[in-house]
């Protein structure tokens, strides 16, 4: 049911693998494309495909971002940050923009090297003289926020003009963040600074962004702006002993 409604929406595009019998390598044609006589992509030459087809069955392709390159995983918990902060961060009721995989270039600052972040969105912010900026890194399956990762982030944020802009730094898994990058990403906060917001799968994969994190941990939990989401990160994480979650596979 899901990798239908997938299909539906676009992310996956119906068609064929047929091999060219000159060249023998494979195609593939999307479906609005295939025909009895289809012509190498690769050699040019004109094949007659009937046995194929009668033989083969549909195959499927990633479209837009996800079908770039093989290894573009990490672009799917950046569109999951990008939907949760959409339906659960004020962003409904606030201009907000996002931009996903941003690199940056430091303008008057030589020593600092160019940058390349995952995700960047401006918020209006409850001030109107000072807007909100989040400055965000995300992680496949198995992936690891590092020493680099939260340097850069340290950077960025120092570059930034505080008086014009309140800013947040957004650390998001698809897995559960282990005591090591809890650790790193805790330097990122000060005695009186609250940026850090961090989100595993428990968080990116409900409707409700703490929905089942309070189930887990056994507390009310609400929070509908960036700040709240900052503050929640610093009650579950960023105390002498982190809270776990029940369940942590």
């Excluded at 918990?77 to 004020?90: K, Y």
């Excluded at 409900?206 to 702006?225: D, K, P």
């Amino acid at each position: 049911m899901v990798f239908r409604y997938l299909v539906d929406k676009g992310l996956f595009r119906i068609g064929a693998d047929l091999v060219c019998p000159s060249c023998r390598l494979t195609n593939w044609y999307a479906l609005d494309q295939l025909r009895q006589h289809n012509t190498c992509d690769l050699c040019g030459v004109e094949f007659n495909a009937t046995r194929q087809l009668v033989d083969g069955e549909f195959t499927y392709r990633r479209s837009g971002v996800l079908g770039l390159e093989r290894n573009v995983q990490g672009a799917i918990p950046v569109l999951m940050v990008m939907q949760q902060m959409t339906i659960n961060v004020d962003s409904i009721w606030r201009d907000v923009c996002f931009l996903p995989s941003i690199e940056l270039t430091a303008k008057n600052d030589a020593a600092m090297p160019k940058c390349e972040i995952d995700f960047l969105s401006l918020h209006s912010g409850n001030d109107p003289f000072k807007g909100q900026i989040v400055l965000g890194e995300c992680k496949d399956e198995g992936g690891v926020i590092d020493a680099n990762d939260i340097d850069n982030m340290r950077r960025i944020a120092a570059a930034l003009p505080t008086c014009r802009f309140e800013i947040y730094i957004l650390f998001a898994k698809l897995s559960a963040f282990t005591p090591d990058e809890i650790a790193l990403a805790k330097t990122l906060n000060g005695p009186y600074e609250n940026r850090v917001i961090l989100f595993t799968e428990r968080e990116l994969e409900t409707y409700h962004l703490y929905e089942r994190t309070a189930e887990e941990l056994g507390q009310e939990i609400l929070a509908v702006s960036l700040d709240d989401c900052a503050q929640v990160t610093r009650s579950i994480y960023f105390q002498d002993e982190p809270q776990a979650p029940n369940n942590p596979s």
